[in-house]
């Protein structure tokens, strides 16, 4: 077990380079990043209503420990549209890593095949998706991974994605709808960052050959042409549900929506004939005062957890966060910004740090309360002290 490798190893001198107290990355990060990158990861909408919103709408609900229950054996495993994990959680896509880590997504997507767990690479990486998967291969070939789309105006830009994400062994597609504009971040204002002015985070779309037949020049001819070519398709805000038939009829896999807050909207995927949603305020990223993401969750679970598989992310850091969602109804979670801040601060051992230890977190509150496995947790395992 984690914690007793720990342990021994400190019987050598040897001490973590990282906390295992994920919750104390953030105030790590931000003493070693630059003020613009880690402000990108950490920052949300307006004054941050929502981020906070997202902590304390998992924070009002208490776990309810169950006693003298055989829990000597666990089994962590799930399963996901076909395919079974070890655990049920996946590295959520974080667009621009390269700011983080120069190693970017390729060192990220390593440290989950390396667990067995997804990687959900973003349109808005740095690196093209056709490397990040080839990372994960040379680490256990076949290893799962999922491409997350910011849908572009250009059909056949999205059109290629879809191709070259189908060719890569890219078997999920993950569609945010809640970032059809980028919000009001005073974080980033203030520092007047935006990495994909710069060039950064658009290395699928400097890659694609669709992109680049809309192109006057080559990309190293005329970068600022790219970027500007790049921030003119990048979002649609006239997308509507009748356009989810397109993206249907161009991939062949799984479907999920991410940023579902609300269980009409959650009816329509389904009607929609989509596989999943994730329910999501893109990290408190979008729209400040917004529904703290758990807040959501149980609603959704009723109305649609029988047709959908049902994701969560928002707000999760610790090991008792999945617990919680997976109690929720959540057949798993998306963890983001803590593996991002692992990335920054080591690398891909940093983000293995990050995995190893929320896992045996994870582990360890599902044994202590009395379960052995994620498919036994329901609502009765859970509180809510402000509710009688």
């Known amino acids: 077990m984690q914690q007793y490798e720990i342990y021994l190893n400190g019987l050598a001198g040897a001490v973590p380079g990282l906390p295992t107290d994920l919750a104390r990355l953030e105030e790590l990060a931000e003493r070693r990043l630059g003020p613009g990158p880690f402000g990108y990861v950490a920052g949300g909408a307006g004054d941050g209503k929502t981020v906070r919103a997202n902590r304390e709408a998992l924070d009002r609900w208490r776990i309810v420990p169950r006693m003298l229950r055989d829990v000597q054996r666990r089994d962590l495993s799930v399963e996901l549209f076909g395919t079974r994990l070890p655990a049920p959680v996946a590295l959520a896509p974080v667009g621009v890593l390269s700011i983080m880590h120069e190693d970017a997504e390729p060192a990220a997507a390593r440290a989950a095949a390396a667990q067995g767990l997804p990687f959900v690479l973003s349109s808005a990486s740095s690196t093209p998706l056709e490397q990040v998967a080839q990372a994960m291969d040379d680490v256990s070939e076949g290893a799962a991974r999922w491409f997350q789309l910011y849908w572009p105006k250009d059909r056949d830009v999205t059109v290629s994605f879809l191709a070259r994400a189908a060719a890569a062994g890219y078997r999920v597609l993950v569609v945010t709808l809640d970032t059809w504009l980028l919000a009001w971040r005073p974080r980033d204002l203030d520092q007047a960052y935006l990495p994909f002015l710069h060039g950064i985070g658009t290395a699928n779309y400097f890659t694609d050959p669709a992109f680049q037949a809309g192109l006057a020049k080559p990309v190293h001819e005329d970068p600022n042409a790219a970027v500007l070519h790049f921030a003119q398709m990048f979002a649609d805000p006239s997308k509507t549900w009748e356009d989810l038939a397109f993206l249907r009829e161009h991939w062949d896999g799984p479907i999920v929506l991410k940023g579902i807050l609300h269980a009409d909207d959650a009816r329509r995927a389904a009607d929609a004939g989509m596989d999943g949603v994730v329910v999501s305020n893109h990290g408190g990223r979008q729209v400040n005062g917004a529904i703290g993401a758990a807040d959501a ?57 990050v995995l190893r230890c929320l896992l045996a977190e994870f582990d360890l509150t599902l044994a202590l309360s009395g379960y052995t496995e994620p498919g036994q947790l329901t609502i009765d395992a859970l509180t809510r002290p402000d509710v009688r």
């Not at 109690?327 to 690398?347: E, F, K, N, S, T």
């Open 297 to 353: 969750l149980p609603e959704i679970v009723r109305a649609v957890g029988d047709r959908l598989t049902v994701l969560f992310d928002s707000g999760v850091r610790t090991g008792d966060d999945v617990f919680k969602a997976l109690a929720l109804g959540a057949q798993a979670v998306l963890l983001g910004r803590p593996y991002a801040y692992g990335l920054g601060l080591d690398g891909q051992a940093g983000v293995e740090h």
